[in-house]
């Protein structure tokens, strides 16, 4: 059973570069999320996926943050003109949303994460 | 919004002790409670969790019941092992989104 991976695992950059993050989902889900985790915090929620619909945004994924799953089956996150605040760990969390009619929140299935550094 | 709020850290215990770490929240509606753990060098696992109030997930000889009244849902286990030194984190689920505590860290001494 293939869980959810994530590429890179590492990421060291510049102030000021581009990176992009790749997330591959556990292949019969059909909801994708990114969260961030900074050192001695819970992971933040930043957005989801149903399929290939962009459906949340948080007020945390400012203009330079976007992300995209193109086919509904892998994502990426791509971040723009980085900052050392950029520095954290980006999670990506995949779960099989069946219905609307749940009364219960779909369970999420989270990866190894990719650490990113600013310098 | 939606909070966790987790009880502050480190713990550390000798083999075989008792363990609870406490966790309220504050959201709207009927939220979904996990537990995630974190192992060393590992990423995020599902603990275990609880879809309605008085429900009781258990794994692991983890458990946690889901207290409406108390909006709380503190974890136990009656005999920890050297092999639960992790990080636990307490999240909530509502909204299709999980909102996380800020985790605790449990060391367990021979």
């Known amino acids: 059973d293939t869980g959810v991976s994530q590429d890179p695992r590492h990421k060291i950059t510049k102030r000021g570069q581009n990176v992009t993050f790749r997330c591959d989902p556990i292949s019969e889900h059909n909801r994708l999320y990114w969260y961030r985790q900074t050192l001695g915090q819970g992971p933040e929620f930043l957005t989801y996926f149903q399929n290939e619909a962009q459906l949340e945004k948080s007020r945390l994924l400012s203009d330079r943050f976007s992300a995209e799953r193109p086919k509904g089956s892998f994502s990426t996150l791509e971040i723009q003109r980085t900052e050392q605040g950029d520095s954290a760990m980006y999670l990506c969390a995949s779960s099989l949303f069946l219905s609307v009619l749940a009364t219960s929140t779909d369970t999420q299935y989270f990866g190894p994460g990719t650490r990113l550094t600013v310098l | ?110």
Not at chain 2, 20 to 42: D, K, R
Not at chain 2, 68 to 91: I, N
């Open chain 2, 1 to 110: 919004g939606n909070s966790v709020t987790q009880m502050e850290g480190p713990v550390t215990l000798s083999e075989e002790a008792f363990l609870t770490i406490n966790c309220t929240y504050t959201a709207t509606g009927y939220p979904s409670l996990f537990w995630y753990v974190q192992y060393p060098g590992e990423g995020l696992q599902l603990l275990l969790k609880a879809t309605k109030a008085d429900d009781k997930g258990s794994n692991k000889g983890f458990e946690a019941t889901y207290r409406k009244e108390t909006t709380s849902f503190h974890l136990e286990k009656g005999s920890v092992q050297v092999s639960d030194s992790a990080v636990y984190f307490c999240a909530v689920g509502a909204n299709s989104k999980l909102t996380f505590g800020k985790g605790i860290t449990l060391s367990v001494r021979p």
